[in-house]
């Protein structure tokens, strides 16, 4: 049920992001600038998290959809996994953002 309704709140008519179950993505965590940062891979991408909201808060989903369309408008891959208590949004870190980071 809830996967349902975050796909509809996040597709947009022109880009299919991919929602899978957390549990088939394989969790590391990785260093970056300075921290440690929880990482996923899925298949051939990594992706780092991003945002993180409780599954029963669709509103909060809600205001991340300008956040992963900005993300998207910038080629940014994503990935959005659901759990049974939160949804989470990782992006690609092979993503050109990365290579301009500090």
């Not at 260093?31 to 808060?57: Q, V, W």
């Not at 959005?80 to 949804?87: G, K, Q």
Request: proline letters at 5%; aromatic letters at 8%; a negative charge.
């Amino acid at each position: 049920m809830y996967l349902i309704s975050v796909r509809s709140i996040l597709q947009q008519p022109h880009v299919s992001i991919p929602i899978l179950p957390e549990l088939l993505g394989e969790s590391f965590t990785f260093y970056c600038n300075g921290r440690l940062m929880p990482g996923l891979r899925d298949t051939d991408e990594l992706y780092e998290l991003a945002h993180e909201f409780p599954i029963h808060s669709r509103s909060l989903a809600r205001q991340y959809v300008h956040d992963v369309h900005e993300m998207l408008n910038q080629g940014i891959l994503i990935l959005i996994t659901v759990s049974c208590l939160n949804h989470r949004i990782w992006t690609g870190l092979r993503s050109l953002h990365y290579l301009h980071k500090d």
